[in-house]
């Protein structure tokens, strides 16, 4: 088939086109959630970029087999091995166990997922299924001569590979830049950028999962589940490889570093990576705490859809600054754009020629390095077009097996409200600006107080960029 996808590779630092290992199909891998938290709303601005890119392939039809993995064991709070397990901090954070804390957390990220119309990947698979499989790669990379024991673990010998930064002509201060915390020094290692495979050493002797294995009882590494995950479900070679810009060292650097050590061969042709989503104080993180997530903005009013809008109108490659200014005026522009679709006729002939001119339009849009922005305005346009209403619905719903905005079906809340009388209407409205002084004055206790005084009333308010707008619960 035509090869038209095209995006920036992280590994060859250009924009190129994709040409799948075998025609027409793709292979495609997206590094799962660590579910010891909430995924807040920058993991989910990853994610649904890559919904984007993976809805696109489908759409220029390639068959796209993704798989995801979920981290729920060995993801130390350091990138670089060091720390306590993150799974075991959640689980202590809230007395639970581990499993316990990684089903609700799994199934919470899925929940998000759901609201943000982020499709479900083919495959999910969790870290602790697959622990015979990490065994046996990291037999063979000893076997090999890749790795080596030290003290207990195995660790992963970077100095066997001739180019083991493979994603940069960077130096190695730049992508330390990637690793989250303070890096502490491991003796046993022969090299700084050693990585393990497998613990049954740690000064945390606590660790709740252990597994046998031939080095002794413990757990593996954190990088080993991505290369055993994805070979296990896509085979030897993988055509796309996707996650956020955090992710390329030391995360990706060593999956490319075990992967290829253990096939003898090249791996994965195209590296796709998001950039950050950041609030005024910088990246948001989940090890910071007090960040944002999607049920959070609903608690706050906004439509989940509203935060996948914002997300698309910038591009994936650029940091993107969240505040609830640009979120109000995306509300706004959402709330507008499904009323004057909702408001078009379903009358007319299709008309093939436009049809087909803004087809091209929206298609050449996402394949020129998944330009959101440009086909959100393709919709736009096609809403200004001479064309009768038919064949704009028409387009529209095509449009949104990319975009995922329910053009057609979401409701506005004016058309979704019930009748209400007058003084409830006086009460309401004297609120609202009781609340809007609030937010002015930065009493943002008392703004919330009010949204909970309506709440108990069965009122649910909602702040767009014309104002607040509130709806009685049926
Ligand atoms: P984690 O659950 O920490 O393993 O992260 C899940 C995904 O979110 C990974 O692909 C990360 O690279 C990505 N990610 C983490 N923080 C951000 C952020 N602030 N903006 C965008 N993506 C992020
Ligand atoms: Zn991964």
Redesign the pocket.
């Given at each position: 088939m035509e090869n038209k996808v095209r995006f920036y590779n992280t590994l060859t630092r250009t924009v190129e086109t994709v040409i799948p290992h075998e025609d027409g199909k793709i292979a495609m891998y997206t590094?799962g959630?660590?579910v010891y938290h909430f995924?807040?709303i920058?993991?989910l601005?990853?994610y649904i970029m890559e919904d984007v890119l993976e809805k696109t392939l489908r759409y220029v039809g390639y068959d796209v087999k993704r798989v995801m993995n979920i981290?729920d064991v060995g993801?130390l709070s350091s990138d670089a091995d060091t720390g306590e397990d993150k799974m075991l901090s959640g689980a202590k954070r809230e007395h639970k166990t581990v499993m316990e804390i990684a089903k609700f957390y799994t199934d919470a990220f899925f929940e998000d997922c759901r609201k943000l119309n982020i499709r479900t990947p083919d495959v999910v698979e969790p870290a602790t299924n697959c622990i015979q499989e990490f065994i046996h790669m990291i037999e063979v990379l000893l076997e090999k001569g890749y790795a080596y024991t030290a003290g207990g673990n195995v660790y992963f010998d970077t100095s066997k590979l001739d180019d083991y930064y493979v994603f940069s002509s960077q130096s190695e201060k730049e992508l330390l830049v990637g690793v989250r915390d303070d890096v502490e020094e491991d003796v046993n290692k022969r090299n700084k950028n050693d990585f393990v495979l497998w613990f049954t050493k740690s000064k945390f002797e606590d660790q709740a999962l252990k597994w046998e294995s031939p080095w002794g009882t413990g757990y593996p590494g954190w990088h080993i589940e991505c290369s055993c995950i994805s070979l296990k479900h896509l085979g030897e070679y993988m055509d796309i490889h996707c996650?956020?810009?955090?992710?390329i060292f030391p995360h990706h650097t060593n999956e490319i570093a075990q992967s290829e050590s253990y096939l003898g061969h090249r791996w994965c042709g195209y590296w796709f990576h998001?950039n950050?989503?950041?609030d005024k104080s910088g990246?948001?993180?989940?090890s910071k705490g007090g960040f944002l997530t999607v049920s959070l903005l609903q608690e706050n009013g906004y439509d989940p859809l509203v935060y996948r809008m914002f997300c698309l109108q910038s591009h994936y490659r650029k940091p993107l600054e969240f505040s609830y200014e640009v979120l109000d005026n995306m509300s706004a522009a959402y709330a507008k754009l499904i009323r004057r679709i909702a408001e078009l006729p379903d009358e007319g002939e299709m008309d093939e020629t436009a049809a087909a001119a803004y087809r091209a339009r929206f298609s050449d849009a996402l394949c020129s390095d998944l330009n959101t922005s440009m086909a959100l305005t393709v919709v736009y346009d096609l809403l200004k077009e001479e064309t009768n209403g038919r064949t704009k619905r028409a387009l529209l719903a095509e449009f949104d097996q990319v975009l995922s905005l329910n053009l057609l079906t979401a409701q506005t809340a004016a058309e979704t409200a019930p009748a209400v009388d007058a003084e409830l209407e006086a009460y309401v409205e004297e609120k609202i600006k009781e609340r809007k002084a609030a937010k002015k004055e930065k009493d943002f206790a008392k703004a919330d107080a009010i949204r909970e005084e309506l709440a108990q009333k069965g009122i649910v308010i909602k702040d767009t960029r014309e104002g607040t707008v509130w709806e009685v619960q049926g």
């Open positions: 590094c959630p660590t995924a807040h920058g993991n601005r990853s981290t993801h996650g956020g810009v955090d992710n998001v950050h989503l950041n990246k948001m993180s989940k």
